[in-house]
């Protein structure tokens, strides 16, 4: 399996409040994804990271903001926690070889977060 | 841009049955590779199978192969004899040759019937 580790694996905090969710990996893999997962809408992408310092925001960043400041680790900010973010969050790792070969994504365990 | 897009929310077939997930997705790369994940009760996210867009041999992995349609940006999969271990849900996905971000479907739920 590969090393890629969420913490914590479940949250429940208030509206308005900060949380940060941590994505922690061994695989030294560069690329570095935050998804968020509801019912009827899959995996929606959050922001992604493609090296350290290297962030661009995915289809749902609005609220969220993250930082990489070494390469195994990607953390995902909620600035101030709404209803409307309690969500299962996802972080995946990826990597592509010298020829620009994609692998395969790998995923963490997932973090329930709920704000009440 | 890069969509994907599921259209199909649930399927449920009998076991040993052949079952067929749609995927159609849009992007502006003449390259990229597409997958099926599966995602288990337990949540975890396994991948099925894998295809490179300039490869025209459609991929297969044991009882799982996909229908790769570049031209109709069409990548279904099918699952012969399923079983009851293949209840879950299915998602598709679409990463560009030359995108960074890994995007996905909306997902299908399948359920095998005993």
């Known amino acids: 399996d590969a090393g890629i580790t969420q913490s914590p694996r479940h949250k429940v905090t208030e509206t308005g409040t900060p949380v940060t969710l941590r994505c922690h990996q061994t695989?030294?893999?560069?690329?570095m994804y935050w998804y968020r997962q509801d019912p009827g809408h899959g995996l929606r992408l959050i922001h992604y990271s493609y090296g350290v310092k290297d962030t661009d925001k995915g289809e749902v960043s609005d609220g969220y903001s993250v930082s990489r400041s070494k390469t195994e680790d990607f953390l995902l900010t909620l600035e101030s926690a709404t209803s409307s973010q309690t969500s299962v969050y996802f972080c995946a790792i990826s990597e592509s070889d010298v020829s620009r070969v994609r692998t395969e994504a790998f995923f963490g365990q997932g973090t329930r977060l709920t704000v009440v | 841009a890069q969509t994907v897009t599921q259209s199909q929310p649930e399927m449920s077939v009998q076991e040993a049955e052949t079952v067929t997930l749609s995927c159609t997705y849009d992007?502006?790369?003449?390259?990229?590779?597409l997958f099926w994940y599966k995602q288990p009760p337990s949540r975890q996210m396994i991948l099925v199978i894998r295809?490179?867009?300039?490869?025209?041999q459609n991929a297969t992995e044991n009882r799982f192969s996909v229908n790769f349609q570049k031209a109709a940006k069409s990548f279904s999969l099918k699952i012969s004899d399923s079983q009851l271990g293949d209840t879950a849900m299915y998602f598709c996905?679409?990463?560009?040759?030359?995108?960074?971000?890994?995007?996905f479907g909306q997902g299908t739920r399948l359920t095998i019937n005993p």
């Open positions: 695989e030294n893999h560069r690329y």
């Open positions: 295809q490179e867009a300039y490869k025209q």
């Open positions: 996905a679409l990463h560009g040759w030359g995108a960074q971000k890994l995007v």
């Open positions: 992007t502006s790369e003449s390259n990229y590779y």
